[in-house]
């Protein structure tokens, strides 16, 4: 079957090209078996080119003119002519006679060979340094908002499919129109390929896509386009977002904020590990010394990288040191991942679903807890889920520069804690994915630019060992090798604790711990996956499994204790998975069991409990000792099962207090605080009391909270 063409050509003043352009069309079809038409589309030129074309009509076969009076613009030409096409393939020539049309033979063997919808020039990077820039600069633009689309978007010299204008709506009538039908394109799935085309010079005529006004207009149009095109999508996924919606989900978002910053000065966490960290970012922020370490791990003996330390620079200056600051800031963080679970939730399995797990999401006392304290691992969360999200934007619609926010938001979880490795096979194979199925002349940019930006955020940790004889990587290596105490390498051995450790996960967060409910949400939300998985749900789905499997499985081989924030990075999977499970149920079920978890976990809000004013009680007695010391040096320690003292010495040096420690100078008087009730600081073999010396008693004090406060002297024989 001969091809269908129809050739639109849009011309303003082109008197000097115009009989050229299409007596060369007509030589070229003359020689061709093509059943075509040639439109050309007179856009209220002040000179003779609607003249001439009407000449040239008479002789030139299948010739036929369209006329705009005043001129529309370019984009408005186009649409113009592909509103009185009549064949199945459109071709689009420019009548400055720039391209060889003979070449339209490669463009449509390609269309066929490759089965694609729009087939796109690639003009050579000639002319002019001005030229070069503005297709350099408006390629640079187009690609930060809708992705790669095209090497050469505003090539004039292309072939698509013409039933493809019945997807892709075309707005613009000025230079927009190229990036409107490519970006249109891209979002619906349809395929461009690409091939490179002769590019002549002009020989009459001015062009005027280099003018400064069609320049503004089109970047105008660029921005307004990007929030339509967003819209369309939305509503032709059903997933148009709804005036009630946004009142839903900022209400959930309130609540979230809520539970997590009322009164979060007085519910924060604030023990050793939070003075350490408020410690070491002090200096940063003071200027006194900048880290290139972070964290030390608690098994293992190694330490993480430095990002959550530079993230708690801007709060912690700007609460003028108080550790609330970056209480605060993960608080916010905490609301962010409840609003980025909706957004991808309602993409996945529906806007009713999504708003349901949001709402459980901010309730989970847990998650409350994890999100109102500054704790490297409480950033987990929110970077685990963009890097997911990231991975499923490059992997479901080929969004190539999504691989760079998934880059760096590995960077972050890896920063947080290690465990964040096992986000690692999900990136791994679901990238590999993507690059089978979207690849691209860009692809391989986006993927050494994710690459690149990943070791740069991840190169303090080199810099460190570099200067410490790669002290951080042989921890590291122990910790794999030598695994009798650690991890077990081996993937079956995980298969034993899986039902205990899963059983854990949801009694942690969706039941709030209730032993009651605990094992029997644990099973039925088991089948309700299984039951997910019968109904022959979205292939989305089985990222989200994977997630979740690869996290149990990992956290299986482990040999140590697991506490909750271990599987910080799991928060979100168990959510949207529950989301899932939720979509498949009838409404009245749906809100029946939602309405059931949010009573348990509000039940056990932590907002319901007295705050424990850690860092209250920390100030208080930061304040009692620096003035029983009397402006005199003194030495500290800190008896505690589960703390140690660093939350009290930050505090002390916010006082700017006396301190000393014992290699600093032993003084002549050590400060002993006990949180235990059982405290016999004499003959203690803490280094802090026993490297002081022999002591003796000089007074204790009894703190209205109930921890005391030893002040110890020396002893002489």
């Known amino acids: 079957m001969k091809p269908s063409l129809t050739v639109v050509v849009p011309a303003y003043n082109e008197e000097g090209n115009i009989a050229k352009c299409l007596d060369s069309l007509d030589k070229y079809f003359r020689k061709s078996d093509f059943d075509y038409e040639i439109i050309v589309v007179n856009d209220g030129s002040k000179d003779k080119t609607g003249e001439i074309v009407k000449g040239l009509s008479k002789k030139i076969k299948n010739l036929h003119l369209v006329e705009h009076f005043p001129n529309r613009g370019y984009g408005g030409s186009l649409k113009a002519g592909f509103a009185v096409a009549k064949k199945d393939l459109i071709v689009m020539a420019h009548s400055d006679n720039q391209f060889d049309f003979s070449q339209v033979k490669l463009l449509l063997a390609l269309l066929e060979k490759n089965n694609a919808d729009i087939v796109s020039g690639v003009r050579s990077q000639e002319g002019s340094v001005y030229r070069k820039f503005l ?10 908002l809708f992705g790669y689309l095209a090497t050469d978007i505003d090539c004039g010299f292309k072939v698509f499919k013409k039933d493809i204008l019945q997807k892709i709506n075309l707005s613009s009538d000025g230079a927009m129109i190229d990036t409107q039908l490519y970006a249109g394109a891209r979002a619906r799935g349809l395929k461009i390929v690409e091939i490179p085309v002769t590019h002549l010079p002009r020989t009459s005529g001015q062009s005027t896509g280099g003018n400064s006004k069609v320049i503004i207009k089109a970047i105008k149009e660029l921005f307004i386009f990007w929030w339509q095109l967003k819209n369309e999508l939305m509503v032709e996924r059903g997933l148009a977002v709804f005036r009630w919606e946004v009142i839903l989900i900022a209400l959930i978002l309130m609540i979230a904020g809520f539970t997590r910053i009322y009164k979060i000065d007085q519910y924060m966490t604030f023990l ?8 070491i970012v002090r200096d940063m922020v003071i200027g006194q010394k900048f880290t290139l370490l972070g964290p030390g791990t608690s098994i293992g003996n190694m330490y993480l990288g430095p990002l959550y330390y530079y993230m708690m620079i801007p709060s912690l200056a700007l609460f003028g040191l108080s550790p609330a600051g970056p209480a605060v800031a993960i608080a916010l963080l905490g609301v962010a991942t409840v609003g980025l679970l909706w957004w991808w939730g309602r993409q996945l399995f529906g806007r009713v679903s999504a708003l349901l797990i949001s709402i459980l999401y901010s309730l989970a006392p847990t998650i409350i807890i994890y999100s109102r304290s500054s704790w490297n691992p409480n950033i987990m969360p929110f970077f685990a889920l963009l890097c997911m999200y990231g991975i499923w934007k490059v992997w479901k619609f080929g969004y190539w520069r999504w691989l760079i926010i998934s880059a760096i938001s590995f960077a972050f979880v890896l920063n947080s804690h290690y465990l964040g490795l096992l986000l690692f096979p999900v990136i791994l194979i679901f990238t590999f994915l993507a690059f089978r199925n979207f690849k691209n002349s860009k692809t391989n940019f986006h993927l050494l630019t994710s690459i690149f930006i990943f070791m740069i955020l991840m190169s303090p940790l080199l810099f460190f060992d570099l200067r410490h004889n790669f002290m951080n990587f042989k921890n590291i290596l122990v910790f794999f090798t030598k695994r009798q105490e650690t991890v077990n390498l081996k993937v079956y051995k995980a298969i034993p604790n899986l039902w205990s450790i899963w059983e854990m996960i949801i009694s942690s967060l969706v039941v709030a711990k209730n032993n009651i409910y605990s094992m029997a949400t644990s099973i039925l939300i088991l089948v309700g996956l299984g039951w997910v998985i019968k109904t022959k749900t979205q292939k989305d789905y089985w990222l989200i499994t994977l997630w979740l499997v690869t996290g149990l499985v990992g956290l299986g081989l482990y040999k140590q204790h697991i506490y909750d924030h271990y599987f910080g990075f799991l928060f979100p999977a168990i959510f949207l998975l529950l989301g899932y499970i939720l979509s498949k149920l009838n409404k009245y079920l749906s809100f029946g069991i939602v309405l059931f978890l949010i009573i348990i976990n509000l039940w056990s809000n932590p907002l319901r409990f007295p705050p424990n004013n850690q860092w209250k009680h920390t100030q208080s007695t930061a304040d009692f000792i620096t003035e029983k010391a009397n402006s005199q040096p003194f030495n500290l320690a800190l008896l505690s099962k589960g703390n140690y003292d660093m939350s009290y010495r930050y505090a002390l040096s916010l006082k700017n207090a006396e301190y000393k420690t014992l290699l600093e100078q032993n003084t002549n008087q050590l400060f002993v605080i006990c949180e235990d009730p ?18 003796k008693i000089l007074d204790v004090w009894t703190m209205p909270w109930g921890v005391k406060v030893y002040k110890l002297g020396h002893y002489e024989k």
């Open 678 to 695: 059982d405290c016999k600081p004499v003959g203690n073999p803490l280094w802090e009391i026993a490297g002081f010396g022999w002591v």
């Open 135 to 144: 297709r350099w600069g408006w390629n640079t633009l187009v690609r930060a």
């Open 272 to 279: 050793g590990d939070e003075g350490r960290d408020a410690s």
